[in-house]
């Protein structure tokens, strides 16, 4: 606004304040006042950069929450969010861990099946245990033309000269015997001839 004081003559005043706490206000002597709007960035991926005219720049905390519980969510100032895999193992041997992604961490008890319609038991630290009161090395006899192959072949044993011995391990139950906590393992080794 130009005006004159009769003391020092004329005055040229000028405000170009727009009140907006948005822009950056300047005048130019050729084109009047000059309002350019500010930058908000400040560099960081986990804010959210805004201004309003009455506050100016605001930074608002962004949200990495991806509503999966099976990640760990974070962020970084230069990357942005971050959504690392959390790890389920409890260090129990006789659970399965897994991530469902709607409940989080899952435990399930694994089963011990010996394969024979019966469950073994299982330790937290060892896991399943198919000990030697689980099975019984049983000698079976098989005939060596069963195998093609004849008594020439075989040992100078005349006793041995007809048969294969073969070591295998069946479950002490499927012999109808007991466990090995009342018999030793080295008693109970039976001969089985197959015809």
Request: hydrophobic share 20%; proline share 6%; glycine share 6%.
């Amino acid at each position: 606004v130009d005006s004159c004081n009769p003391s020092t003559g004329c005055i040229f005043d000028y405000t170009c304040d727009d009140n907006n706490a948005c822009t950056t206000d300047t005048c130019n002597t050729e084109t009047g006042c000059v309002f350019t709007d500010i930058s908000c960035d400040d560099n960081n991926e986990c804010t959210d950069d805004y201004c309003t005219q009455e506050d100016g720049c605001i930074h608002d905390d962004i949200s990495c929450n991806d509503g999966n519980p099976c990640t760990e969510d974070s962020c970084n100032p230069d990357t942005g969010c971050q959504y690392n895999t959390i790890s389920c193992d409890d260090s129990n041997l006789c659970t399965t861990d897994y991530c469902d992604p709607y409940y989080g961490c899952m435990h399930e008890p694994i089963i011990c099946d010996r394969g024979n319609g019966t469950i073994a038991q299982c330790d937290p630290e060892e896991g399943c245990i198919f000990g030697c009161d689980e099975w019984v090395e049983v000698v079976i006899r098989i005939p060596l033309s069963d195998l093609g192959l004849g008594p020439e072949l075989t040992c100078p044993d005349d006793d041995d000269d007809a048969w294969n011995e073969v070591i295998v391990k069946i479950a002490m139950e499927d012999l109808g015997l007991p466990s090995c906590t009342t018999y030793e393992i080295e008693d109970i080794r039976y001969v089985m001839e197959l015809p």
